[in-house]
């Protein structure tokens, strides 16, 4: 069975309606048609250059390689892949359903197929680089097969979401039906490569350094619990002179391989009342669980959450006023690149 990458919009908007409904849609504007009226490739190229609007012919191919398969390649127990661009993680189902186009749908949901999500919020740092390039397309929809992808994929499954020993290639070939580089999200790949940079080097206590570092950069002074039990504190930190001003932070870090649940998040909420902190941060590398994120309107005013994405967001944005020791651990180089607007 093919494993098909599908992308929730260009910013993730459609992710949850994606989780929340139990399908892939293919979320192409305007497109109120059935699908299974075009019987070869060719015929819905030629309509999206003469009647859809895409103008020349390079676009033309490009959007009927990603609108086609939805409805005449996919087959029922062939794997999806949703990377999440609300998160650092990757979300993984099984079409249960045939391609349905439903006219009464509001745009642009007219187009979709039955998944049933078996395995949610997996970290991204979990894959190998080279799957993770894959799943950088910009394309909307296409076949990840690239570096025997599916079975690597699949393997994955079998042991827990957890790469095996031996299996990761660290070349990126050229195979038909993927794509040339020009595809492909060199943001998203760089941020993968950064992740597994921090993962090597700072795994466990050593995150709580980058997370004060972040804090210091940001103009806090702060106070790191040395390792061992933190009894619910990893760092305290507060602004002004001498570290007495406000705010005054209560910060909790983790970096297991397993989502943070609410007990973690009640812990700190208690452990902030303790230390008489205005505000607490709960850090985890791994990503939250539902339960915690449903109580982020009730948390609003007192806690922030900060998962990998957070984290390397933050120190991107503050890279320049790190120290220099954790500069020399994290070498990192801006790169400009001219980006061009257009369909993804």
């Not at 039906?177 to 998203?188: A, H, K, N, P, Y």
């Not at 980058?210 to 806090?220: D, P, S, T």
């Not at 397993?258 to 505000?279: E, F, S, W």
């Not at 941060?281 to 791994?286: E, I, K, N």
């Amino acid at each position: 069975m093919a494993i098909w990458l599908f992308r929730a919009g260009s910013s993730g908007e459609y992710e949850n309606k994606f989780l929340e409904d139990n399908r892939v849609y293919l979320t192409w504007e305007e497109l109120k048609l059935d699908l299974t009226k075009f019987k070869s490739k060719k015929d819905l190229y030629n309509y999206l250059l003469e009647d859809y609007g895409a103008e020349i012919p390079g676009r033309a191919r490009n959007w009927a390689s990603q609108i086609w398969p939805i409805a005449h390649e996919i087959k029922i127990g062939d794997w999806i892949v949703l990377p999440s661009k609300m998160k650092a993680s990757v979300h993984i189902g099984e079409i249960t359903g045939e391609y349905v186009f439903d006219k009464k749908q509001e745009d642009p949901y007219f187009h979709y197929r039955a998944v049933r999500w078996f395995a949610t919020d997996i970290p991204r740092v979990n894959f190998d680089q080279d799957i993770l390039y894959s799943f950088g397309a910009f394309m909307t929809v296409c076949r990840i097969s690239r570096n025997d992808a599916e079975n690597r994929i699949r393997e994955m499954g079998k042991n827990k979401w957890m790469p095996k020993e031996g299996m990761e290639i660290n070349r990126i070939q050229d195979v038909e039906d993927e794509l040339s580089q020009d595809g492909i999200d060199f943001e998203q790949y760089a941020m993968d490569h950064i992740a597994k940079h921090l993962m090597r080097k700072f795994k466990g206590h050593g995150m709580a350094r980058i997370v004060e570092a972040i804090l210091k950069a940001k103009g806090y002074v702060t106070y790191r619990s040395p390792e061992g039990p933190d009894k619910g504190v990893d760092i305290l930190a507060s602004q002004g002179p001498l570290g007495f001003g406000s705010p005054k932070l209560c910060i909790q870090v983790k970096t297991t391989d397993a989502q943070v649940d609410r007990p973690i998040l009640d812990q700190l909420v208690g452990t902030m009342h303790n230390y008489k902190a205005d505000h607490g941060l709960l850090v985890s590398w791994s990503g939250f669980k539902s339960s915690v994120y449903k109580e982020i309107p009730s948390q609003f005013f007192n806690v922030r959450l900060w998962d990998q994405k957070e984290i390397i967001n933050e120190l991107l944005e503050n890279y320049e006023k790190l120290d220099d020791e954790i500069k020399a651990e994290i070498p990192l180089k801006r790169i400009w690149t001219l980006t061009f607007p257009g369909r993804e």
